[in-house]
């Protein structure tokens, strides 16, 4: 079998998240023991925690949540490009050694070990890094920290040229292990009505 790298995060109570988001959080409905024959939880969490597709309903009214964006642009030919250290925001420049015949999706990694803590200083995409990559045809983004804009902005530029280019992105991932080239990604959302993301359990798997 192909090498499988699982590049999500575990989700528990400690997973970082914005400021103000609602964190996981699992309890016990129906535990086993005399006159019940199983174990049933509930969950309760922001479909931002942990490795995540935002839905365009994330950053437009109006537009598709998580059961409704195609499913194409989450499975498929994949490079990972090392953009390591490389600032507050991954600049064209920081792809450019990877960035023959790109295929479809394209996920950076960013940092040397993922956050296992809330840093507000993260790396995000630059606005004209976006635009670049959809002009080489690139129909999915990501990267291994929790957005794809700074953590304090609020026009959030980056995510408004997903809007308009018609791309997808994926959030959150963890690229430690995973060394540059190209893989196949499977990352495919949860089919979750009205959601504006939704939780992937997103792996690689060698070309």
């Not at 296992?116 to 995409?125: G, Q, S």
């Not at 196949?184 to 993301?197: D, M, Q, R, T």
């Amino acid at each position: 079998m192909k090498r499988l790298w699982d590049i999500s995060p575990t989700v528990s109570p400690a997973s970082p998240i914005f400021p103000g988001d609602e964190p996981y959080s699992l309890r016990w409905t129906a535990q086993l023991g005399p006159g019940c024959p199983v174990n049933l939880s509930a969950l309760t969490m922001s479909p931002h925690v942990g490795a995540h597709a935002d839905a365009p309903l994330h950053y437009a009214n109006d537009a598709a949540s998580a059961a409704e964006v195609d499913l194409d642009a989450y499975i498929g030919p994949c490079r990972v490009i090392h953009a390591i250290a490389c600032g507050p925001l991954i600049r064209i420049e920081h792809l450019m050694h990877a960035a023959n015949a790109l295929p479809e999706r394209v996920l950076v990694r960013c940092n040397e070990r993922a956050d296992e803590t809330w840093n507000p200083a993260f790396t995000a995409y630059a606005p004209e890094t976006v635009e670049w990559l959809a002009a080489q045809g690139v129909k999915l983004i990501g990267l291994d920290t929790p957005s794809v804009d700074p953590a304090d902005s609020k026009t959030l530029d980056s995510h408004q040229r997903l809007l308009r280019l018609n791309l997808r992105v994926l959030e959150n991932l963890v690229l430690d292990e995973v060394p540059e080239g190209d893989y196949e990604l499977i990352a495919l959302p949860l089919k979750l009505a009205g959601a504006c993301a939704s939780p992937v359990r997103a792996i690689l798997r060698k070309a």
